[in-house]
């Protein structure tokens, strides 16, 4: 079956704009994650939706950053402002149940340079 | 605040040597679940192993073997008779078991096997 789509996989901006990252999580999956992930790191928590709520936005950096999941299903994660700082490649995640003994399937990623 | 620290950042072997992977966590939970992610080179993190913090028991599956030893913090994960393709990244990750699933990753351990 398909796994988790992350569209686009590359996107270059200015430093400024604002941008938006798309997950189509497995069908089915009621949770979905977003992750940071920088060069030589492991991934670090963004954000969590269970059904269409976020239910922990802890990892949010600041209000900059925002993500909706209107419909349970696909997600979107949006910057405003972007920073050089923001370059990373942002990984989607999606699981059957909001259970921590669950694995996350993971997209490929969408790697972000802002120039 | 939990953490989770792989000490070894590259590793590097030649083709059916055994190699284990170092993870030390830390948690102020009881109960949490570690997982072993594996990244290759195409970017997608894999769910390769789990284990729960009320199981120490250490198991085998294939050429995969993981040690928890709780007393220690410590979930060391061992590849068998290294292949070419098991070239990749390994994540470490830990999630409490009220965190929903959002799980800490630690930075990664980038094993190259050699032919």
């Known amino acids: 079956g398909a796994g988790v789509s992350q569209t686009p996989s590359n996107k270059v901006t200015e430093k400024g704009k604002y941008v938006e990252l798309r997950c189509d999580p497995i069908?089915?999956?009621?949770?979905l994650y977003w992750y940071r992930q920088s060069l030589g790191q492991g991934p670090e928590f963004l954000i969590y939706f269970q059904g269409t709520g976020a239910a922990d936005d802890s990892g949010l950096p600041n209000d900059r950053f925002f993500a909706v999941r209107p419909e349970g299903s696909v997600s979107t994660l949006k910057i405003q402002r972007t920073e050089r700082g923001d370059s990373a490649v942002y990984l989607c995640?999606?699981?059957?149940?909001?259970?921590?003994?669950?694995?996350?399937?993971f997209g490929p990623g969408t790697r972000l340079t802002v120039l | 605040a939990q953490k989770v620290t792989q000490a070894q950042t590259e590793i590097s072997v030649v083709e059916k040597e055994d190699v284990t992977l170092d993870c030390v966590y830390e948690?102020?939970?009881?109960?949490?679940?570690l997982f072993w992610y594996k990244q290759p080179p195409s970017g997608e993190l894999v769910f390769l192993i789990r284990r729960n913090s009320f199981d120490e028991q250490n198991e085998i599956s294939g050429r995969y073997s993981w040690n928890f030893q709780k007393s220690t913090s410590s979930f060391n994960f061992t590849i068998t008779a290294s292949q070419v393709v098991d070239s990749a990244v390994y994540f470490c990750a830990l999630s409490e078991v009220n965190g929903a699933g959002k799980s800490t990753f630690g930075d990664g351990t980038t094993l190259t096997v050699k032919p």
């Open positions: 069908s089915g999956h009621t949770a």
């Open positions: 948690t102020r939970d009881t109960t949490y679940y």
């Open positions: 995640a999606s699981s059957p149940l909001d259970s921590s003994y669950n694995e996350q399937f």
